[in-house]
């Protein structure tokens, strides 16, 4: 906390650009401190030369001119002006300032060199900012509220923080109307310099904040914030909300953000690795946030339903199955108990159907019963408003079994108006409301996802003993001889320095050394036009399998010499490459890289052929991933059974695909030159693996390192 | 609507079981029927021996001492007593009946029984009844409240039948709460006789309803259902939420109403060919419910996003194009008018940002551009409350351009207390606010279903010859002698009966006649045991492929009779079946059948071997399909891109696929005792198809008819 301490827990606030007019942002600003109470309990101080005071409280005409020291700058004033004033900060020993005034980054590249200038001038005094273009920051603890939002939310376990201030609008007015308890507020705007990593940080480190909630539209420093993220969930849970997942929403993004976008596949698997939980939307974030924010965590995935109508119930259920929870098995006492007292046309199985006429005492009996089985993990009590429902206390009792049963309570009271003071004595007592006994059911799946994040053991990277320094040679080559991709014989040359297995080849500059090798190697053998001029080897009938006598081997490389002289004219050959033929049987996998402008190396694993081809069953992890993540890929794919042997075939070798994986992994961190790779195929045997073809692509130097990622 | 009239209209009402005692469900009654004000328009005659008047209105001992015409009955009397009230309505001349008292089928076989007897007295009577076990029936035209629900909901466009009853009070409280608008509530209880299939009958034809919303556990009378909701679909949206679809949740149903469940598969099958939109969530029915309620139909798939937030607007654009939707392009020339009112900032490509500080004008001059835009055929109007934003103005702009454009308008107004007033307004003015963005998009998505359902030309089914006689005397023979699967031999005999092209194959009795058939065929053949005794062929080394020679032949047949003998000593051994190999190099496909117990044949398509082992890539129909519905068929599998070729092979004969489904869905609809068939594979071509193995499974006698489906 203590870098951003003053953002959130400053003891006096200069507010530069303060107004007295009521319609301005400047004024909004210092309304907000002061009806927040946060004026009265820390100095706020309005900047402004024309005004003697603004709301009752002494203004200046310059920061110089405040006798005391100030924690936090707040700046709503025109961009051209801002420089000047952070400068000033800086001199009056300002350590931190939010920028809420627009005109920089989003503003097209002018705003570009502006935010920049920005950045500049609070580096050098040591500033650090939030903004510029945002909204502003709320702390309900301390009780700022530095921002133009209409009125302070309600204080509660939440800190949210929002790449879109627009969007934090909505958020304050949802949490005005008592839907949401917040610890914190940031709006980040343009992020020039605090971005979500620094309030990862601060926040995980927060008393009064135990769930934190992310909207972002890019997140830039990709593995820094995998870093950061995957330790703070261990100690809170972290919801994010990314938006642009699709082609159409990404090309939203970068018109309104002006930032390259990370491809989806990127940040699904950087949100997995960083035990980041990803609300599909809106509503599924603000769903979870009341779940974490208020319950006690999941603590196996067996739940409990009690209800008062069987068809909500049975949705209920299907939700819980289908979301790969199971509906807790009751002991037997705790049947026999609730046989007992229910109705003989009461179900005491789960779900626990108390039937339509149950009054309190039912529901209380039921409740109690269910809450005590340690086969419950958690309980969900629906309710439908019906004749002789005691809504009310029915609550009171969910919120009183809540409070002492330390498994999570959700409510699932269903209706509007007749319902509304029993949703209402649930969400005073931290029993989230959901109104649809599917979403209840949701939040319960969250809750066994956090579960399992929690579980996760302390991530081991692989290390492997590899050739880096003879990579980086062929590397520097390519690179000299202005190529930027590399051919069939120094890809082998780079299998070989990460220690993967290929079949035997060598290179051959007549048809007699090709024969020769071809003896050495043993029958059939394949032969390969050696160019690194020509990539796509098969078009110009580059590429010869099967080859099972001298004479075969001779007349293949004596046509393919002359077929790629005649479509390549300028081709400069190397000769072909004769290579072993790989055993038969072999399962092909794939294993590739394209690395991500965000997150850096992001590593494929799928099934060769038509898997990868036609039915795109494939999974990502970005690099570094640990050795458990490279285990989780293999189970992914949905071809997975595959590998486990199928139709009385074996099962391959999943050691050698983790062994491969993990290489690449290595190789594709050890060298961020590599844009793109793909091995395809690997080919898995039941001992063993072999990769059979490779093709890498380098950074052009020719192209900005923008274009050269798309 | 004129068979179930008196249900909705009637001009006189018995309540046989009013009660003078408020907390009694006859009084609840009475007091609806008199608060809705039917009882001012129409004769309501409570039925109480002991009283003289109920809630102003006179008593009466019975049915029969009521001096007018009954048109309908509302019985809320202990069940001991309910058959004999129902002859007395006979007598008395009345031909509806809702039956609310509880203690029928979902209390236990006794109350079958009770239900049994009870639909005997109605039927010979001609008395139709709705219930029992019901909470009553409302008509907001009528003003017909004949339930014991808490008061009458608002009236509206969308007609509400739920097998769940305590639903149904959860659906009148919101309803109560403004949030729906409703022509018509039935709850149908158990459902003795009038069913989903006779509402839709009825509504389809009500000029009050113009969307019809479905909550069903099961739905016993599944062809008609499909029959009827085909016809109904293509006059008014359908929306069904159909609970019971896991098996956990299909044992909850089987546990709540004692019906025997039809497999998810069927009813996702049924749904899609009877054109019912399913809601998958009880938010999805409410949301689909207003949007279909108050909009005009979308005529095409191209939306427009007005908005004040970025965001926000990302949020939807993702929503929309994950749902298959796409943004529309506006013309140059909107996008020229909206770039010269906008600031320059704004962003006049779809999504249109009008930005944060946008006040109403700018709001109604972006809404009334992009309405009269040929390219848009939908219209989501973002709003996030901002300090500038005129939040009520712009719902009554989206209101007044929401009415004369003739495009589906919606409303996402996002946040609680600040918008809520604009909300109104929308909810008002016919324009369905969504509190999500996402939840929006997924409204268009709903709507472009129904527009594809009413775009589906009428069903074409095929007929074809075939010699259903031949298969008929079959399966006599087969099920006389006490059999209920059928052999290699037999197959053969019903795919020829059924014109499905097979490897040429007869049968020998001798080593020598095999010889000669395998002559005749060319070499390599297949020779495979004979005998209605063994199943399993394999397992006994009952199949040798790949016969090359006479010798080959004459070993294979001594070697398969002598071991078959050996495994299953008392099997009858008709000799071994000679059979063509069929060529290389066909693609693997599966056709089967399981019957399901609600809803008949379902049908099953995907690619044999791994593809339907282990990615389980099928897909269903029930039979009748159309020619339309077998096509989709093929292109719903995932891999179903191998069937148009991939990897430089040829696509396959889909018209030979179509030819078998086809066939086989005739074959299973002529013979309701084949329970279950698989042809797996089916050898597809580049041109023709081959069917390979056969198994068919037929009805046992000696099971029940329930047991053999499961």
Request: glycine share 8%.
């Amino acid at each position: 906390m203590s870098a951003l301490k003053n953002f959130f827990s400053p003891n006096s606030v200069a507010v530069i650009g303060a107004s007295t007019s009521p319609d301005k942002l400047g004024y909004a600003v210092v309304r907000n401190l002061v009806d927040s109470g946060f004026a009265k309990r820390a100095s706020v101080y309005p900047i402004n030369p024309k005004a003697d005071e603004i709301i009752g409280l002494k203004a200046y005409p310059t920061v110089m001119a405040i006798p005391d020291e100030v924690d936090l700058a707040v700046v709503v004033i025109p961009y051209p002006q801002v420089p000047a004033a952070i400068r000033e900060c800086g001199q009056k020993g300002i350590t931190a300032a939010i920028i809420i005034s627009a005109g920089f980054r989003e503003a097209g590249m002018e705003g570009v060199e502006r935010e920049q200038e920005l950045l500049a001038v609070a580096r050098s005094y040591g500033i650090r900012l939030i903004g510029p273009n945002c909204l502003g920051v709320i702390d309900t603890v301390s009780l700022l509220n530095a921002s133009f939002a209409a009125g302070s939310p309600p204080t509660g376990p939440m800190a949210f923080m929002s790449q879109s201030g627009a969007l934090g609008t909505a958020i304050l007015d949802w949490a005005q109307a008592g839907q949401l308890g917040l610890s914190k507020f940031v709006s980040l705007g343009n992020k020039a310099d605090v971005n979500e990593i620094d309030l990862l940080e601060a926040w995980g480190a927060d008393p009064s904040t135990n769930v934190i909630l992310i909207y972002c539209e890019e997140l830039p420093k990709g593995p820094k914030f995998i870093e950061t993220a995957r330790r703070i969930s261990k100690i809170k849970p972290i919801v994010a909300i990314k938006s642009g997942t699709t082609d159409a929403g990404s090309r939203a993004v970068s018109s309104h953000t002006g930032s390259l976008a990370g491809s989806e596949q990127a940040y699904q698997a950087a949100f997995r690795q960083a035990g980041v939980l990803r609300a599909e939307s809106m509503e599924d974030l603000f769903d979870m946030a009341r779940a974490f924010a208020y319950q006690p965590m999941l603590k196996g995935e067996r739940i409990a339903i009690i209800t008062n109508a069987g068809g909500p119930g049975i949705l209920a259920t299907d939700a819980l199955e289908r979301s790969g929870l199971s509906l807790a098995r009751l002991k037997p006492e705790t049947k026999l108990k609730l046989q007992q007292f229910l109705p003989s046309a009461a179900s005491a199985a789960n779900p626990v159907d108390v039937l339509g006429d149950a009054r309190a005492d039912r529901y209380r009996f039921a409740l109690e019963t269910v809450a005590a089985d340690p086969n419950v993990d958690g309980i969900l009590v629906l309710l439908t408003p019906q004749a002789m429902t005691e809504i009310e206390a029915v609550a009171h009792d969910t919120v009183a079994v809540a409070k002492q049963v330390g498994k999570p309570v959700f409510g699932c009271f269903m209706g509007a108006s007749k319902v509304l003071a029993g949703i209402e004595i649930l969400t005073k007592g931290g029993v989230p409301n959901y109104s649809f006994p599917e979403r209840a059911a949701l939040m319960f799946s969250a809750m066994a996802r956090y579960r399992q994040i929690l579980l996760r053991p302390e991530p081991e990277f692989a290390s492997y003993e590899v050739d880096k320094a003879r990579v980086a040679k062929l590397i520097e080559r390519v690179i000299t001889e202005g190529r930027n991709t590399i051919g069939d014989l120094e890809s082998r040359e780079v299998l070989e320095a990460y220690g993967l297995p290929m079949p035997r080849s060598a290179l051959a500059r007549t048809p007699d050394e090709a024969v020769h090798l071809a003896s050495e190697y043993g029958y059939p053998v394949v032969l390969k036009i050696a160019s690194p001029d020509i990539l796509h080897k098969t078009d110009v009938g580059g590429v010869k399998v099967g080859l099972r006598s001298a004479s075969d081997v001779r007349d293949a490389y004596e046509l393919m010499v002359m077929r790629a002289q005649r479509f390549v004219p300028d081709a400069r050959i190397w000769g072909c490459l004769v290579q072993e033929m790989a055993p038969a049987g072999g399962l092909e996998v794939l294993v590739g890289m394209n690395r991500d402008p965000q997150f850096g190396p992001l590593v494929t694993f799928g099934l060769g052929g038509i898997y990868v081809e036609t039915l795109k069953d494939v999974t990502f992890r970005l690099a570094p991933f640990s050795k458990r993540e490279a285990a989780d890929m293999l189970g992914e794919i949905r071809a997975h059974a595959l590998l486990d042997g199928v139709r009385g075939k074996a099962g391959v070798d999943k050691a050698a695909i983790l062994d491969t994986l993990g290489r690449i992994g290595q190789l594709v961190q050890d060298f961020p030159q590599i844009v793109e790779l793909d091995i395809n195929p690997v080919l898995v045997y039941e001992r063993g693996a072999i990769a059979i073809d490779m093709r890498l692509v380098l950074q052009s130097k020719r192209k900005s390192s923008v274009n050269s990622h798309h």
